[in-house]
């Protein structure tokens, strides 16, 4: 059974009883003191005890909800240290995911289909999460494709950091010609007419892929809240309890922070964000840090949501692009000027930041304004900073990193664009690329995430297969086995390292008394699973804060309600989100033994029937017509 009754038990003191108890379970506590147990009981949101039954018996009343865990794997609830999932939220359910998808043909007839059901004004928009690499065929959809397709619907398709293919009913709904410059950084390939084809090149920057999309429709009202808890539910899906949100483009403050604000009030979020905040505007950054300063501080906020910070850029100036199938961006010479004044008005009144840099070169010409202000005595002075990404970081500027106190949050892009990394630079360099073993062994914290929603998917057992195989999505391995991580290790980085990037090691991250219920019952157990059928894990029963905000298969019906999916034609209402594929040990000759299992379990369960008067002996007679003459 899913759930245990209760009634009959002796009367329990209401300042112990749990309201929440998960027992059966295989639990990784991920406390060194007491590593394993069996059960756990929740109360006010809080772990109160870890143990077995006999531990948490006691705890248990007639209003306490009880869940057999059914001998399944039980974690704490994981972090992403790095997910943009306040704008992810707000535009959620007008995407269509192709997250997961194993065939172009597959991707293309949801899309003819989203297409059909599109009303007329709106857009057909697949946004991060997917890669070339990761279909059977190996390609990206076609102009000609996305026309026929979808002859009369706008049509955008976003390709990682590298491209978009717009269909002509796009390129005419953004006001795209034969006379449309092509903006600084990017591209409007052309034909030989010289109007627009459809194709966009961020040559290098992205910029012109996403001021394009912000030319779409975008949601207002209570849509915003109803797309941003659906999103929430999609990551608790997969037994997210916690991100941490890097802000991002296009994510101005204080207005594309309200929706999450107005849910976190109403009680109403199921993941805890720790969010920060990002100029938006080149020219503009100095007095926007002012200004915030001005309005709130670090730590602001509550367990649901709270402001870790800036970044994760504080000048425009001194971020590079990570589209690798350009060569690395030169930034401007002179950029820290502006940097350092950035980072001086931030230490000194105590807000600590995160820096997107995904060369070595970046992380260098930083690192040595760090050390300006440092040899002056200003830095870091207590403050939590991180760099984001790194991918060719040196072995020299961690040791920078380690001496200034600074941590790491790395992200499983290369599981994306990692045959674009190899082609460029050489599978040498995509070895350690990032350098994920380097940084443990420094003793740097290291928090593990996905970048998720424009780049990477946001499940993040394809980040962990990552950390732990080395393998891309198209199944290419480029980490040794010098560069990976045990699988411990790797869940370490998506608990308690998430923790620490935003101080709260000391309530979250594993399952002890007096930190946060956080935590998933699995589909399957992480630790001794197939290492191909890691991406296909997901939770089964998501708790946050002792609350079931997520519950499938024997527990399907136990978590909260949500408004229904608005609007009505919403891509997410018809495929949902991430696309589930059979596991790979499942496959060939196994799935035909489970076959057979499940045909003998059925003539097993024909007779028990028969036995208790339920069914006549007589086996059922086969009907199916395609026997028929």
């Not at 649901?304 to 100036?317: D, F, Q, V």
């Not at 060939?588 to 028990?608: D, I, M, Y």
């Amino acid at each position: 059974m899913a759930t245990m009754p209760v009634a009959g038990l002796p009367p329990v003191s209401d300042d112990h009883v749990a309201d929440l108890v998960i027992r059966n379970a295989k639990l990784y506590t991920g406390d060194p003191t007491n590593p394993r147990a069996s059960a756990v009981a929740i109360k006010d949101g809080k772990v109160t005890v870890v143990g077995d039954d006999n531990d948490v018996a006691r705890l248990i009343s007639g209003r306490t909800r009880v869940v057999d865990a059914l001998g399944r794997r039980v974690v704490p609830g994981l972090n992403d240290s790095h997910l943009h999932v306040i704008r992810g939220g707000l535009n959620y359910v007008l995407e269509l995911r192709w997250d997961g998808v194993p065939t172009l043909r597959q991707a293309l007839a949801m899309l003819r289909e989203q297409a059909a059901r599109t009303p007329k004004g709106q857009w057909v928009r697949v946004v991060g999460g997917w890669s070339a690499d990761q279909f059977a065929e190996k390609r990206l959809p076609t102009l000609a494709e996305l026309n026929a397709a979808a002859p009369d619907t706008p049509v955008f398709v976003l390709h990682l950091y590298q491209s978009a293919l717009m269909n002509r009913a796009a390129l005419k709904a953004a006001g795209y010609t034969k006379s449309t410059p092509d903006p600084k950084g990017g591209q409007l390939v052309r034909g030989r007419d010289g109007e627009p084809t459809g194709m966009l090149l961020a040559a290098p920057s992205a910029l012109i892929l996403y001021s394009t999309l912000a030319a779409a429709p975008t949601l207002r009202g209570e849509d915003l809240k109803t797309s941003t808890r659906h999103f929430l539910r999609e990551l608790n899906r997969f037994g997210l309890t916690s991100a941490i949100d890097a802000a991002g483009g296009f994510q101005n403050f204080p207005d594309n922070y309200g929706t999450v604000i107005d849910l976190a009030k109403a009680g109403q979020l199921s993941l805890r964000i720790a969010y920060h905040l990002f100029p938006q505007t080149p020219g503009q950054e100095i007095d926007d840090l002012k200004r915030w300063i001005d309005m709130v501080k670090p730590g602001d906020g509550d367990a649901w949501l709270r402001l870790n910070g800036a970044g994760e850029n504080l000048t425009w100036s001194a971020a590079d692009f990570e589209n690798f199938t350009e060569p690395r961006p030169e930034l401007a010479a002179g950029y820290e000027g502006d940097f350092e004044k950035a980072v001086r008005l931030l230490t000194e009144n105590g807000w600590g930041f995160r820096l997107h840099a995904t060369y070595d070169e970046t992380i260098r010409r930083d690192l040595a304004v760090f050390e300006k202000l440092a040899a002056e005595g200003l830095f870091p002075a207590g403050n939590r900073w991180l760099f984001d990404h790194a991918e060719t970081v040196s072995g020299e500027s961690l040791d920078r990193v380690a001496a200034l106190g600074g941590a790491m949050s790395v992200q499983n892009r290369m599981s994306f664009q990692g045959e674009a990394f190899v082609r460029r630079y050489g599978a040498a360099a995509a070895a350690d690329a990032p350098p994920v073993r380097a940084m443990l062994e420094r003793g740097l914290t290291v928090g593990a995430g996905t970048d998720a929603t424009r780049v990477s998917s946001y499940n993040p057992w394809v980040a962990l297969h990552w950390l732990v195989s080395g393998r891309t999505i198209g199944d290419l391995t480029i980490y040794p086995p010098e560069n990976r991580v045990s699988r411990e290790t790797a869940l370490t980085m998506y608990t308690q390292a998430g923790a620490n990037l935003t101080g709260e090691q000391d309530v979250k991250g594993i399952l002890k008394p007096g930190f946060y219920g956080d935590l998933a019952v699995l589909s399957d157990d992480f630790f001794t699973v197939p290492e191909q059928d890691i991406p296909h894990i997901e939770s089964l029963l998501t708790v946050t804060g002792g609350r079931i905000v997520y519950a499938a298969a024997e527990y399907e019906g136990l978590d909260e309600s949500i408004p229904a999916i608005s609007p009505a034609w919403s891509p997410v209402a018809h495929y949902g989100g991430y696309q589930a594929t059979v596991k790979p040990s499942i496959s060939g000759a196994r799935q035909a033994e489970l076959l057979s299992q499940a045909v003998a379990e059925s003539e097993q369960h024909r007779h028990w029937r028969a036995q208790r008067g339920f069914a006549s002996e007589a086996p059922t007679e086969i009907f199916d017509t395609c026997f028929v003459l």
